[in-house]
């Protein structure tokens, strides 16, 4: 199983968009078993997928099997390890608890499933804590999704050092892949930023243009952009990014 994080400390990029988009795209194009993390307690992924759960996360974080954990989804090759606001507390309690290897946690829970799935797919919040510490010492390749602009080259650069810091500490083997271009209007102002980017962050070739309303009209409706709109920009775009990171994977 190859697990891959997708992240970013600033909010309102995309990573969920982008996670729950490219799980689909995985099963249904590349005939993959996937696994979902959710890993921000806000849950959106799993409102995305429409999952009410007896158990999450924050379950798994504080002990649990995680085989108990999983949910499936109403597409029969992505499952989720969904997450609500009890993620928050669960944060606290791994903190506390100094009986255990706090940023293992994960990494340990997701080696007892990894024959049942291919790919997982871990969606971060905007923020780092311990779960997400936890997320990147369980990955094997970690993306930044970000946009094209000022901000967002902050946030990147910021995020690039917590990365290297975490590949010192916890994780040698953690692959920083690129940043993913998200929300990218085909404006000189864009293709500047896009330059201004390159010189020192490393880019992936796709970049997912802005397409008005309809990520959010699919999530609204609980399916896919692929579903939902198959023709438009943003499905185009991803499954470009799509053949990119697997050719490298």
Known sequence: MKTISLINKKGGVGKTTITVN???ALAESCDL??????NDDQGNATQFFDVTPDFTLA???????????????????????PSDERLLDA???VIKDETIVQQSILKDALASVQDLYDVCLIDNPPTINASVINALTASDEVIIVTTPDLYGIRGVEQMISYIESIQADYNPHLRFRGCLLN??????????TIAK???DIPLFTA????TKDKPEAAAGEHC????YSPNCGFSCDLVKFLRELMEGM
């Open 183 to 192: 929300k990218f209007s085909a404006t000189p102002h864009g293709f500047r």
């Open 224 to 227: 896919s952009i692929f579903e």
């Open 91 to 93: 944060n606290v309690a």
């Open 207 to 210: 970049r997912i243009r802005y």
């Open 22 to 24: 490219l799980a689909y």
């Open 59 to 81: 379950d798994v974080l504080t002990g649990m099997d995680i085989r108990s954990c999983i949910s499936r989804t109403r597409y029969p090759l992505i499952h989720l390890l």
């Open 197 to 199: 980017m390159r010189k």
């Open 33 to 38: 078993r996937v696994l979902v993390v959710d």
